[in-house]
């Protein structure tokens, strides 16, 4: 089955710091990657939606120039938390779609999630 | 207004018991998924609906896709202590080019 690997999965960096997230796609390509923020025993929630080759889509509310996204290859996306504090502490996930593949109808094939802790 | 109701949000069971968590949409969806997640993990799927009307089934989990493709259930028969999750719906409206999620139900089975 499609495997999705995230790393780190669990970093701790002092205030004002940067942290670079990476999602790789491992036996699939994936021209759609997703960033999700989540508290604990919530839901998913939706941060971006990241296109190999373009810009991110960011949804409402989420701050483009903190939450940096790239996608430069059909295998790989990165998350860069820029200049952290306490309050970006949370769990993300990424996840990568075959519909490129498989079409609207695929599923998401998520990674194992960070646990960021900003001190 | 969440797009995909999912009831209930928690639910507390004894070992042996059967339970159904619930998605329900005002919207028609090309898809639906559910999916299971532990804690300090990512969601795994469970199961893709495509189909109104269409019944899956895994071991002791049943997934139903209403006829308009409006909503889903999930019943779970004679849980177990290794059932304990969080529980996911997710939709895919067609053309959306992304998944609605449901707020999730976090399942806890006693032994």
């Known amino acids: 089955g499609a495997v999705v690997s995230q790393h780190p999965s669990w970093v701790i960096c002092k205030s004002g710091t940067s942290v670079k997230i990476e999602c790789r796609s491992l036996?699939?390509?994936?021209?759609?990657m997703f960033w999700y923020r989540q508290f604990p025993k919530q839901s998913l929630m939706l941060m971006a939606t990241?296109?190999?080759?373009?810009?991110?889509?960011?949804e409402q509310g989420v701050e483009k120039d903190k939450f940096l996204i790239n996608h430069a290859s059909l295998t790989l996306s990165t998350l860069t938390v820029t200049s952290a504090h306490p309050e970006d502490s949370s769990f993300y996930i990424c996840?990568?779609?075959?519909?490129?593949?498989?079409?609207?109808?695929?599923?998401?094939?998520f990674g194992n999630g960070t646990r960021l802790t900003v001190t | 207004t969440q797009l995909l109701e999912q009831s209930p949000q928690f639910l507390s069971i004894q070992e042996g018991e059967n339970l159904t968590v619930y998605c329900n949409s005002s919207?028609?969806?090309?898809?639906l998924q559910w999916y299971r997640q532990e804690p300090g993990e990512g969601p795994v799927l469970l199961v893709t609906?495509?189909?109104?009307?269409e019944v899956k089934k895994l071991k002791r989990l049943t997934f139903q896709f209403g006829d308009a493709r409006k909503d889903s259930s999930l019943h779970i028969t004679a849980a177990q202590p290794g059932d304990t999750g969080l529980y996911l719906c997710?939709?895919?409206?067609?053309?959306?080019?992304?998944?609605?999620f449901g707020d999730g139900t976090t399942l806890t089975v006693k032994p």
């Open positions: 990241s296109n190999e080759g373009s810009k991110a889509t960011y």
């Open positions: 996840s990568a779609s075959s519909w490129n593949t498989g079409g609207m109808g695929s599923p998401l094939h």
């Open positions: 997710a939709g895919v409206r067609t053309n959306a080019g992304k998944s609605t």
């Open positions: 609906v495509v189909t109104g009307g």
């Open positions: 036996d699939f390509q994936a021209t759609t």
């Open positions: 919207s028609v969806f090309s898809s």
